[in-house]
């Protein structure tokens, strides 16, 4: 377990309503001290961290693991590593692996295996339907019990209305929360892209805001009649976060996220055929980047989630109508996001609170912060330091990110969880 003195850290603690520049005094992994000035002693090293930002362990409600059945892209074992190198010591698993987390089984071999890879939490997201076929609802009885914390079929929208309706009313009698991959496949089928100028440009199929805007409307449609807990996932159209905005004014239990890449990037991003910027849902225009941005500052969107989606070079290099949805996100979700707070879009507290606060409350997930009794699990952001996104420096399996080649600014350092180091980029600690 470990002992160190953090000195000059910038405390920012959503959990405890803390932004204060203190010391910070880990003891047997535990937090004993968090002090203005606390003197070093005598057998615990002291590590000056120079105004660095010190935070709860980041959570990330979205991610893809694809162990079970696609270990080639991913495995719990590289996701986790992935993980704490971009500050997450909680990771949500989304269901869609093969087989996809359908059964209580599945559930528990996620569970263990992240025990025994013991780097950071893993929490499995069940699905919906059995095998994701959107016909016959999961025992969320036997998935809860085996520690399921949400369902969702993500990656596939659940199509059939009256199925959705079930599942929010079956959810509604262990007040469990149903994650919505809102998307009519009607509407998208054969889009590759965002339709608009540029889908048009390259003469590539587009897939409508409407697609995404008119499920995201049922769904909220149902959890208002249900009275079910709603998450949206990965919101990326103006519209969407209207329907959500207005839906929390009435009183909904909808939440959404977003994820990095529809704040920092636009449909511009495919110019070329890039396939590093090909996901589903699409970017979009300039226009839903800025109405995602507001929906960030103003509350509407509850929290920031990776959708960390691995794929080889085999499904990325490819034709561009052919090549797999998604992008790897959880190493540069945080400098994405101090983007953010260096425009002055949101404070630093702010942006803490959507990979901390926001996430936890989302899941029903309790966590303590920073402060002293706690086991640390807690994460040292440098918002200055120099990231060259290169394969060689990214710790994930896969390096289908589109910012591979740019240098970003900002990330994490440290990343402390159950009172022990699990990532120290610069050594610092050990
Ligand atoms: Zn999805």
Redesign the pocket.
């Known amino acids: 377990m470990l002992d160190i003195l953090f000195k000059n850290c910038t405390i920012i603690d959503p959990f405890n309503r803390v932004e204060t520049k203190a010391d910070l005094l880990i003891e047997g992994g535990r937090i004993t001290g968090l002090e203005r000035d606390i003197t070093p002693r005598d057998g615990i090293k002291t590590i000056n961290l120079q105004g660095r930002w010190v935070v709860p362990g980041l959570v990330d409600i979205h991610t893809h693991l694809r162990e079970p059945g696609e270990e080639y892209k991913e495995t719990i074992l590289t996701g986790l590593k992935s993980a704490v190198a971009g500050g997450f010591t909680t990771v949500c698993a989304m269901p869609n692996t093969r087989p996809p987390n359908d059964s209580a089984s599945v559930t528990r071999f996620i569970i263990g295996r992240a025990r025994e890879c013991n780097l950071g939490r893993v929490l499995p997201v069940a699905t919906i339907t059995k095998a994701q076929k959107g016909t016959e609802l999961t025992e969320f009885g036997d998935l809860l019990s085996a520690g399921a914390v949400a369902f969702s079929d ?2 596939l929208p659940v199509k059939n209305s009256r199925i959705m309706r079930l599942a929010l009313e079956y959810a509604l009698n262990f007040d469990a929360l149903i994650i919505s ?1 809102s998307e009519d496949l009607e509407l998208a089928r054969h889009g590759v892209m965002n339709e608009g100028r540029m889908s048009t440009t390259l003469g590539l199929m587009g897939i409508p805001n409407a697609a995404e805007d008119i499920q995201v409307y049922r769904d909220v449609r149902l959890a208002e009649t249900t009275g079910a807990r709603l998450h949206i ?2 919101v990326s159209t103006k519209e969407a976060v209207e329907i959500i905005r207005s839906a929390k004014r009435r009183g909904v239990r909808v939440t959404c996220e977003t994820a990095p890449h529809y704040f920092s990037l636009t449909e511009e991003a495919v110019e070329g055929y890039n396939t590093l910027a090909k996901m ?1 849902p699409p970017l979009r225009t300039e226009e839903d980047r800025e109405a995602i941005i507001e929906g960030l500052r103003d509350g509407t969107i509850d929290c920031i989630a990776t ?1 960390h989606a691995p794929h080889s070079t085999l499904e990325k290099e490819c034709e561009f109508e052919k090549a797999a949805n998604g992008i790897i996100g959880l190493e540069t979700a945080v400098p994405l996001g101090l983007r953010l707070v260096k425009k002055g879009v949101l404070s630093p507290m702010q942006l803490v609170e959507l990979m901390t606060v926001g996430p936890c409350k989302v899941i029903g997930l309790e966590k303590g912060g920073v402060r002293p009794g706690e086991l640390a699990d807690l994460t040292v952001i440098d918002p200055e330091c120099a990231f060259h996104v290169t394969p060689q420096n990214l710790c994930s399996k896969s390096h289908n990110s589109p910012f591979l080649g740019e240098t970003l600014e900002g990330r994490a350092v440290i990343t402390l969880f159950e009172g022990r180091c699990v990532f120290d980029l610069h050594g610092m600690v050990s």
């Open positions: 993500d990656g991959h996932a990965h589903n959708d």
